[in-house]
């Protein structure tokens, strides 16, 4: 297969399968090389496109089809482009953000989607493997501490009255 030019999706799936039917793959058979779903290539590559493959499985069709992306600037769409920038955009500040710098880490933006999904069935997960008298203990222990949060805060007020009290007594002999 000969290098082509390709600048849209509609073109890079003819392309592969293209060299698919070059190779003289069935469709069926292909979906078992690209480590597809029975029939996906049926419908990404058939004449009604009914699905469009994603971009773990483009480059998974790609491997599949023996090929490989080479991307190179279109002359002609590159001055096109520079036209439309100068007159739209405005040039990059140097206080703005710049490409590669974010305000995390890759690292932590993953460990917090995994973590958010754990975090959702941790309480419930611990639960579920208690037994009944360790959920009556736990019970008992929350009621406990209410109790002893609410006689703090009936104590506190208390002290707030009655200083209240001692110091309206104080002002009123002055």
Request: proline letters at 3%.
């Amino acid at each position: 297969m000969s290098e082509i030019a390709v600048t849209s999706y509609t073109e890079l799936i003819a392309g592969i399968n293209a060299q698919r039917e070059a190779l003289g793959v069935r469709m069926s058979d292909f979906d078992d090389l690209a480590g597809f779903p029975a029939g996906l290539t049926g419908k990404a590559f058939g004449m009604l496109q009914v699905k469009r493959l994603g971009p773990e499985k483009l480059f998974d069709a790609l491997r599949a089809a023996g090929l490989r992306l080479k991307l190179e600037p279109d002359p002609e769409q590159l001055e096109k482009m520079k036209q439309r920038i100068a007159d739209n955009f405005n040039p990059r500040q140097a206080n703005q953000a710049r490409a590669c710098h974010s305000s995390t880490t890759p690292s932590s933006a993953v460990l917090t989607r995994v973590f958010k999904a754990m975090g959702r069935s941790g309480g419930k997960e611990r639960w579920r493997r208690k037994s009944k008298k360790d959920i009556s203990a736990h019970m008992r222990m929350m009621v406990m501490a209410r109790e002893r949060k609410r006689r703090k805060a009936k104590r506190l007020a208390n002290q707030r009255r009655l200083r209240a009290k001692l110091a309206e007594q104080a002002g009123a002999q002055i």
